[in-house]
């Protein structure tokens, strides 16, 4: 059994525990992809907030926070099973960072996730400053967090540019 220092969970060492932290932190295999895995790994943040938009604005953030912990935990456990220090096949923290984009935005329809997808994608892969200090934290926050202040960013870009905007929203 392991237990992480930083977040407390204890994890068996199984095989079949440790398959379910790869399905679990590949977001049900889309991580395996190919071909930019994590671009298709942002549709599964899109779902999710899809899925708790009309929730209260506390349940949203509870479901959100939430998660956040839960993706920090798999994808360290993800990088302690596979010794890889960022895995590719981890695409927790963009279901997260993607979910982040779009969280609270008031106005939600086909162009609003569009320009939250391409958003996000943009800061993800460029990280530039502030987001590429966070890509310094170790294990799976470090995984998480430069997706989540992504994502951060990526909704107060989208929330200017709605508000600049409003005929194409």
């Given amino acids: 059994m392991t237990t992480s220092k930083k977040i407390g969970i204890s994890w068996t060492n199984s095989s079949s525990a440790n398959k379910t932290v790869y399905l679990l932190s590949s977001g049900l295999g889309i991580g395996y992809m190919p071909v930019v895995p ?15 938009s009309e929730f209260s604005w506390y349940i949203q953030i509870l479901l959100f926070s939430i998660t956040t912990i839960i993706s920090i935990a798999l994808a360290e456990r993800a990088q302690q099973i596979s010794r890889i220090e960022d895995p590719s ?26 320009a939250a997808f391409i958003l ?39 929330r200017t540019i709605i508000l600049i905007f409003p005929a194409f929203f």
């Fill in 89 to 114: 096949f981890v695409i927790v923290d963009e279901i997260v960072g993607m979910w982040a984009t779009l969280l609270f935005i008031w106005k939600v329809n086909f162009a609003v996730y569009l």
């Fill in 38 to 52: 994590a671009t298709f790994g942002s549709l599964w943040g899109l779902l999710a907030f899809y899925l708790t």
């Fill in 120 to 158: 996000f994608r943009i800061f993800d892969i460029l990280k530039f400053f502030p987001i590429n200090l966070f890509e310094s934290y170790e294990g799976g926050t470090g995984i998480v967090m430069d997706d989540l202040v992504a994502g951060m960013l990526a909704n107060i870009a989208l």
